[in-house]
């Protein structure tokens, strides 16, 4: 991620109809992000070598190349964050396309709110990097301790239950796909256990969160996998 | 299906059973004839040949009528022989006892050219009943070939096995739980209370039910249960007159009718699985096509809704941070996009229209008119494109005028969005056919979608297609032409709507206001010269 002079952020906007290019640029601009267009997958690398984005926002349904593929292009040279639109019946493709290094999606149509939320979810560093220590709705949760506590009160979990839970904190208001998850805490061999993590997290609902019915922690993306909530905003980019 | 008579069966019993009164005067008759012949030329006739003479007339009536009419004659012509040969002459008493020897010897040769003659009658006639037999089987089998419904196999079966059995023959169907008569011959027979019964136990057990014996009461008539009535429903039954046992050829007749039952059978389990094979091919093709067009919805709605919902929410929520210049361009792409789904769902209407099998209201059009009116339009909807018409006085076809100009409207707005260039709209006429043409310079159309346009009926769209070109296909076939594609000469597509241009059509040159007809008839069945009302 480069440093631009002035402090703007550039986005690329990857779609192949012009009156998304259109609203699009407009609303980033207006919240302070200088964009670059590209309609097709050919253009979007071009463009990426040519200006270096910061994030890249990618319909999934171009003409040339399918996302995934550019994707997976993207991925051999950089890790610049990547947001996918999808449509309702591009449900398989969006699962691939995290799964191979996408960041986020948004389903269309979608409200530029929702976008802008994501976008700078995907901008911010990962904040497992630098902080060891997660506060979030009276939770705490000391990574290098391998502690979590409630209003002082320590909450006993299981070492995999944990892990869990450290998978899903480090990457506040990121979505996790079922395979991310189960390779990041059981390992390769168990990237198709699914029925297995939905076990996990509901124990991991019933200990941390205030109602476990209606979880507002660990949030489910129907079909798709997790995602911690996001910490409110401190302020803007 | 044409309606073909089973051919005449002979009505022939004479083996076994009393030879008729015609017989016995044919004999007598010949008997007659031989006596006077040799009463009036006994002088010239050698005695010999008075003996041979009535031995010929055996021969001849055993031929004619048969066995025991050939043995009486021969009886016949002993006394005839008796009468006019044997000394003393006019007598039947006999002088000589050697004359007894030879009227003996007479008798013998007689009976067995009775016999003889009469068994060679009963052959040919039994191969000529085995011949017609065969030639009704596969008449039958032709017939119920042909027969495309239930009513039409059941018609034919009926028939023959009413000629094959002389008596009345029937065919019921199961119709929610109650036999409902399908055919009858003769023609308007109606089953009685015995008959009905019987044929309601040979379908609701699914065996055979026959005929009553003769003289007890009870149904005359033997049911079978037949085939297959589809989709697992039961088939219908046959009834037919039971055979009378004596005839001679009752064998062959019984199986006959055997066969031709087991014919039908087969014929309306063939008739059963065509129809399931049909249903299910038309399931499959209206599953294709949704699945295409809801492919084609997708993209078509989807863009605009998001467009339309991104710049709202985009005014609302960074209003105060947009510059007024990028404002207005959000307002005007939600107007845009607006327009577009509006149009958008009023071709889904059409196509819905038209794929529920739509009633067209066909008057008579004037193409040229319909075509500018598209022109016009398209015109108005995309000022900057470069639209050109060339379009001459055309003949008026048969048309609904707002359809055609949907259809060419439809194939300009492909060219716009697809083909950047001038567009040029022309219309013809090609022999028998009435051609409007939309010719682009575009990159052509893909393959995909020509060979789509080549196909019959609505086979499934091809994925990018829009809606467009469906309805406009749809449009097409429905007024009796179909839209054909070839490269345009210079580069491009050439997109050309095909409509029959009928052989009495009024020239819009001769054509006048013709007086409104006293008799009432519609005025949008005659030529009417002021331009179809145009769409805006």
């Known amino acids: 991620m480069s440093a631009k002079p002035g402090g703007r952020q550039t986005i690329l906007i990857v779609d192949d109809e012009p009156q998304i290019q259109r609203f699009l640029g407009h609303a980033l601009n207006a919240s302070g992000y200088d964009t670059v267009l590209a309609a097709n997958g050919h253009e979007a690398l071009a463009r990426i070598a040519a200006h270096e984005p910061d994030l890249m926002i990618l319909d999934l349904g171009l003409p040339d190349m399918n996302g995934k593929e550019v994707i997976e292009r993207l991925r051999l040279r950089s890790d610049m964050p990547v947001i996918v639109l999808s449509a309702h019946d591009q449900e398989m493709e969006k699962i691939m396309a995290l799964d191979l290094g996408a960041d986020d999606f948004v389903p269309k149509p979608f409200g530029i709110g929702e976008l802008l939320a994501r976008l700078r979810v995907s901008l911010r560093p990962r904040r497992a990097a630098r902080a060891d220590l997660i506060r979030q709705d009276g939770l705490v949760i000391d990574l290098d301790g391998h502690q979590v506590s409630r209003d002082g009160e320590t909450l006993r979990l299981t070492p995999k239950e944990f892990d869990l839970l450290a998978a899903l904190a480090a990457n506040a208001g990121r979505v996790m796909t079922h395979r991310k998850l189960l390779d990041l805490v059981w390992g390769p061999a168990h990237v198709d256990d699914v029925p297995y993590l939905r076990v996990f997290i509901g124990q991991l609902r019933q200990k941390l969160e205030l109602d476990p019915a209606r979880p507002g922690l660990i949030l489910t993306e129907p079909g798709v996998g997790y995602r911690w909530a996001a910490p409110p905003e401190t302020g803007a980019p | 299906m044409t309606r073909i008579d089973p051919p005449h069966l002979r009505d022939d019993r004479r083996w076994m059973t009393a030879p008729s009164l015609g017989g016995f005067v044919g004999a007598a008759l010949i008997l007659v004839v031989v006596a006077a012949v040799v009463g009036s030329s006994r002088h010239i006739l050698p005695e010999t040949v008075v003996v041979l003479l009535f031995l010929t007339a055996v021969l001849i009536a055993a031929a004619g009528f048969g066995f025991w009419i050939g043995i009486v004659s021969a009886f016949g012509a002993l006394v005839g022989v008796n009468f006019m040969y044997v000394e003393p002459h006019f007598t039947l008493r006999i002088a000589q006892p050697g004359d007894i020897i030879t009227l003996a010897v007479f008798l013998l040769a007689a009976a067995i050219t009775g016999l003889i003659s009469g068994r060679l009658r009963e052959q040919v006639d039994a191969a000529q009943g085995r011949a017609a037999a065969l030639e009704v089987l596969s008449q039958v089998s032709h017939e119920l070939a042909m027969a495309t419904t239930q009513t039409e196999i059941a018609q034919v079966a009926v028939r023959h096995l009413h000629a094959l059995a002389h008596g009345p023959a029937l065919a019921l169907a199961g119709v929610e739980g109650q036999l409902r008569l399908l055919a009858s011959e003769p023609q308007g027979y109606l089953p009685d209370a015995s008959e009905l019964e019987a044929a309601d136990v ?40 039971r055979i009378a046992p004596d005839r001679r050829d009752h064998g062959w ?86 327009e577009r789904l509006g149009r958008y769902v009023e071709k889904l209407l059409q196509l819905t229209r038209l794929q529920s099998g739509m009633q067209v209201h066909m008057a008579w059009v004037d193409a040229g008119d319909a075509a500018t009116a598209s022109v016009n339009r398209a015109r108005r909807s995309w000022p900057n494109a470069r639209i050109e018409a060339q379009i001459p006085s055309l003949p008026m076809i048969r048309a609904e005028a707002g359809l055609l100009e949907q259809a060419v409207f439809n194939l300009i707005e492909n060219a716009v969005k697809y083909a950047p260039g001038v567009i040029r709209v022309t219309g013809e006429v090609q022999g028998n056919q009435l051609v409007l043409s939309v010719l682009d310079r575009g990159r052509g159309l893909p393959d995909a979608i020509a060979e789509w346009l080549a196909q019959d009926g609505m086979a499934p769209v091809p994925q990018g297609t829009g809606l467009g070109l469906p309805i406009s296909k749809g449009i097409a076939t429905s007024l009796g032409g179909r839209i054909t594609a070839q490269p345009g000469a210079t580069g491009g597509a050439v997109l050309q709507i095909r409509l029959p241009v009928p052989p009495e059509h009024p020239l819009p040159q001769t054509a006048s206001p013709a007086p409104e007809p006293a008799s009432g008839q519609p005025a949008k069945d005659r030529p009417r010269t002021d331009p179809p009302e145009q769409r805006a």
């Open chain 2, 202 to 241: 040979a379908w609701r057990r699914g065996r055979i039910e026959f005929a009553s014996a003769q003289g007890w009461s009870g149904s005359r008539l033997t049911f079978y249960p037949v085939g297959t009535g589809g989709s697992g429903k039961r088939g219908p039954v046959l009834g037919h007159a």
């Open chain 2, 253 to 338: 007749r019984e199986q006959a009718i055997e066969v031709i039952l087991r014919q039908t059978g087969q014929a309306l389990e063939r008739l059963a699985l065509s129809e399931e094979a049909e249903a299910e091919r038309r399931r499959a093709t209206s599953e294709e096509m949704r699945a295409a067009l809801l492919a084609s919805l997708s993209h078509d709605l989807r863009t605009p809704l998001a467009t339309i919902l991104g710049s709202v929410t985009t005014l609302r929520e960074l209003g105060a941070t947009l510059s007024p210049s990028a404002q207005g361009d959000l307002l005007a792409a939600i107007e845009e996009e607006a």
